[in-house]
């Protein structure tokens, strides 16, 4: 039985972890020159998908640009929900970032680029960010526009590289008819995220390159309180004809505050933020069908995704059939660091080169250290420890993959360096020496070691710490399917167990209680948030903790959070489509019972999870007055 039949033996539900920050901003004009360096990217970027009638206009700021005078007017956006007063968005502690803008004016050698220059200045009272802050741009869209309906672009020396000509005549769509409007197009992004509802161009403040006289912090650059970054060039392709445009820009920044999602009594809190970073590949078949490296926008995820975990570093690491794979929120890519495509098989050695190692079907992973992975197989019963070498992360050949754990046949656990296990599927690392697993018999595991190396299977001992069979009492403690392991600041094991409907907490001595759900037998199942001893959960899957204590678990309701007393609540519910967006616009989606949803907590709070939208980001959303 491999993985994936067996997760659905698990009647899984899928839900993808994601979350962007947001800092809080205002924002003016002025007649700050803009700035003469080059575009910072290729082809232009765009047009992003326009505002739906009618809808609520969510992010950091609304930019309103007037062509012929250049002339640039910014406005904060977004209402509490909560509270009711005007305030900036932040998603993370809470952030006030303003916007430094030049007048759009024409970038010399082109034509039809108009360019603005701006600088962020962060006016919360904490540094923001950590190495960079990035800009988003949605909602570009173009106002009044004159009457002829040419365009005027042509190629000229020296602009913007990848601009193509276009025909004078009449702009069509897509789909071939009149078009009504002309794309503004952003023709020197960084990047963009390729997002369910449509690409979305940013622009990256680097930190280390901070403005004159701005204050610089030890470690990692932030943007200290009260500085400002670098002004930075946006280039926009402007019709002929548009006399007008706008956008929103959100800002997502790091901060050292704890800043997951909130949640709510029954329904998608308003303060968080859903974003769709990597699409899940159209395809239903295999990972080898549905599996593509490269930047987020092109990249896709595979169906057979089923383990995911975020390292100190942030970087996101997934398992999909018979590889891991690590994508960069700073890079903005995803890469293959271990295993290949469908191509299965078992590496039975130390030290094996990840390139060259193969795995059958793996199942749970942990990222206790940046350059450590513990990851389970569960076609092969085995744990691999994946140690990087040295040098840049996101390449498989720094990577060396060693067989710690089982023997790649099922079998009890018995103590011993040479113990067999059988198909593991949760795991869970609090730190490199303690590795906690679930297995297809419905047990707990332990598996620990002392100073020695983590590569070298004899340092491992493994013990069953409870389980034994399907069943539902805490002495002797039975689990029913088990999967999501979280470790707790006490060192406690967190479970969700699975088809008891409930989570539970298990110390290394064996004793059982219930955390949330009925406190004895089978939870019923059901959709209740509130105390923990009322609270009900229906076929739970994945189970995370972040570093305020809250517990992050999925269900066929969607991701749920349970605080250190015991309140259970709704992040976001699971609704199809799966939708991004902020508060009730947001939604994640999968069939219920057809595959479990993978979860992890970043460092800075964000939640990525996958669902049937792709590889997804949650993000708590705090408003902030003015400071």
């Given at each position: 039985m491999s993985a994936i039949q067996y997760y659905r033996r698990l009647a899984p539900g899928s839900l993808v972890l994601l979350a962007v920050l947001l800092p809080a901003c205002g924002g003016s004009s002025s007649n700050q020159p803009p700035a003469a360096d080059g575009p910072a990217g290729g082809a232009p970027v765009g047009p992003a998908t326009p505002e739906p009638p009618g809808a609520a206009q969510q992010g950091t700021a609304h930019f309103s640009v007037d062509v012929a005078s250049g002339q640039v007017t910014i406005t904060p956006l977004g209402r509490a929900a909560a509270s009711g007063d005007l305030a900036s968005r932040a998603v993370y502690t809470g952030a006030a970032v303003t916007f430094n803008a030049s007048q759009l004016v024409d970038q010399p050698g082109t034509s039809g680029i108009g360019v603005l220059s701006v600088s962020l200045t962060n006016r919360f009272g904490a540094p923001i960010g950590r190495n960079y802050l990035r800009v988003v741009i949605s909602h570009l869209t173009p106002g009044n526009t004159a009457t002829v309906d040419t365009r005027r672009q042509e190629q000229v020396a020296g602009a913007a590289s990848g601009l193509t000509g276009v025909a004078a005549g009449d702009l069509t769509t897509e789909d071939g008819s009149r078009a009504t409007s002309e794309p503004i197009l952003v023709a020197n992004a960084s990047r963009r995220?390729?997002?369910?509802?449509?690409?979305?161009?940013?622009?990256?403040?680097?930190?280390?390159?901070?403005?004159?006289?701005?204050?610089?912090?030890?470690?990692?650059?932030?943007?200290?309180?009260?500085?400002?970054?670098?002004a930075q060039a946006w280039w926009f392709d402007v019709p002929d004809r548009v006399r007008t445009f706008s956008f929103i820009a959100t800002v997502e920044a790091s901060t050292d505050g704890k800043a997951s999602p909130e949640g709510t009594a029954g329904a998608t809190n308003p303060r968080i933020h859903v974003q769709t970073v990597i699409k899940m590949a159209a395809s239903a078949e295999a990972a080898s069908l549905g599996q593509h490296d490269g930047p987020a926008e092109l990249a896709t995820v595979s169906r057979d995704n089923v383990g995911l975990a975020v390292a100190p570093d942030g970087a996101v690491y997934l398992t999909s059939g018979t590889t891991v794979r690590r994508y960069d929120p700073k890079s903005n890519k995803i890469t293959t660091i271990a295993g290949a495509t469908n191509v299965v098989g078992e590496t039975a050695g130390s030290g094996v080169v990840a390139t060259t190692a193969r795995f059958a079907s793996l199942s749970g992973i942990a990222a206790p250290l940046v350059d450590l992975l513990f990851v389970a197989d569960f076609g092969k019963p085995r744990i691999y420890a994946l140690q990087l070498q040295g040098g840049d992360a996101a390449q498989a050949r720094n990577w060396a993959v060693s067989s710690i754990i089982g023997t790649g046949t099922s079998g009890a656990p018995d103590g011993s360096v040479t113990s067999p296990i059988r198909g593991p599927w949760g795991l869970a690392a609090a730190s490199e020496h303690q590795i906690w697993f679930s297995d297809s018999e419905?047990?707990?595991?332990?598996?620990?070691?002392?100073?020695?190396?983590?590569?070298?299977?004899?340092?491992?001992?493994?013990?069953?710490?409870?389980?034994?069979?399907?069943?539902?009492?805490?002495?002797?403690?039975?689990?029913?399917?088990?999967?999501?392991?979280?470790?707790?600041?006490?060192?406690?094991?967190?479970?969700?167990?699975?088809?008891?409907?409930?989570?539970?907490?298990?110390?290394?001595?064996?004793?059982?209680?219930?955390?949330?759900?009925?406190?004895?037998?089978?939870?019923?199942?059901?959709?209740?948030?509130?105390?923990?001893?009322?609270?009900?959960?229906?076929?739970?899957?994945?189970?995370?903790?972040?570093?305020?204590?809250?517990?992050?678990?999925?269900?066929?309701?969607?991701?749920?959070?349970?605080?250190?007393?015991?309140?259970?609540?709704?992040?976001?519910?699971?609704?199809?489509?799966?939708?991004?967006?902020?508060?009730?616009?947001?939604?994640?989606?999968?069939?219920?019972?057809?595959?479990?949803?993978?979860?992890?907590?970043?460092?800075?709070?964000?939640?990525?999870?996958?669902?049937?939208?792709?590889?997804?980001?949650?993000?708590?959303?705090?408003?902030?007055?003015?400071?």
């Open positions: 995220y390729g997002t369910a509802d449509g690409g979305r161009p940013f622009f990256d403040y680097d930190l280390k390159t901070l403005g004159p006289g701005a204050p610089r912090a030890s470690g990692a650059a932030t943007l200290a309180s009260g500085a400002s970054t670098a419905s047990q707990i595991c332990l598996a620990t070691r002392g100073a020695e190396e983590a590569s070298t299977p004899l340092n491992w001992r493994v013990q069953m710490v409870a389980g034994g069979g399907p069943g539902s009492t805490d002495n002797p403690p039975l689990f029913n399917l088990p999967y999501g392991l979280a470790v707790g600041h006490d060192g406690a094991l967190y479970i969700a167990d699975r088809h008891n409907h409930k989570i539970r907490r298990l110390t290394e001595s064996g004793l059982v209680s219930t955390v949330a759900g009925a406190a004895s037998g089978t939870s019923p199942a059901g959709y209740v948030d509130g105390d923990a001893a009322t609270a009900r959960f229906n076929t739970l899957g994945d189970l995370v903790r972040d570093t305020a204590g809250y517990l992050y678990a999925v269900d066929e309701a969607g991701l749920r959070r349970v605080s250190p007393t015991g309140q259970v609540s709704t992040v976001v519910r699971r609704r199809s489509p799966a939708t991004d967006g902020f508060g009730a616009a947001a939604s994640v989606w999968w069939p219920a019972r057809e595959r479990l949803v993978a979860l992890g907590v970043a460092p800075d709070g964000d939640i990525w999870l996958i669902d049937d939208a792709g590889l997804r980001r949650v993000s708590r959303v705090i408003t902030s007055g003015t400071p």
